[in-house]
């Protein structure tokens, strides 16, 4: 799960101004998916609570998607 994690070395000046770099990107992208969610809040806490979700279903759908891939590679 830890696929491209970059580490920085903040005694590093360079390192330590590109570690805050990433952090003021972060926080004006926060911003515009706040504002996206405000938009879109009310249909999708339907949504969810329409849905059922469960573990259970997850790993259903997981085993359901492996064997359609197994029958595509086997064709």
């Given amino acids: 799960m830890e696929r491209n994690i970059r580490n920085y070395d903040i005694t590093d000046p360079m390192q ?3 570690f805050v770099s990433v952090l003021l990107r972060l926080a004006r992208h926060s911003l515009k ?3 996206c969610f405000e ?22 759908e997981e085993e359901e998607k492996k064997c359609i891939g197994r029958e595509k590679t086997q064709k």
């Fill in 33 to 35: 998916l706040r504002a």
């Fill in 39 to 60: 938009q879109r809040k009310d249909t999708v806490c339907d949504s969810l609570v329409k849905s059922r979700w469960s573990k259970l279903a997850q790993i259903e």
């Fill in 16 to 18: 330590a101004f590109q």
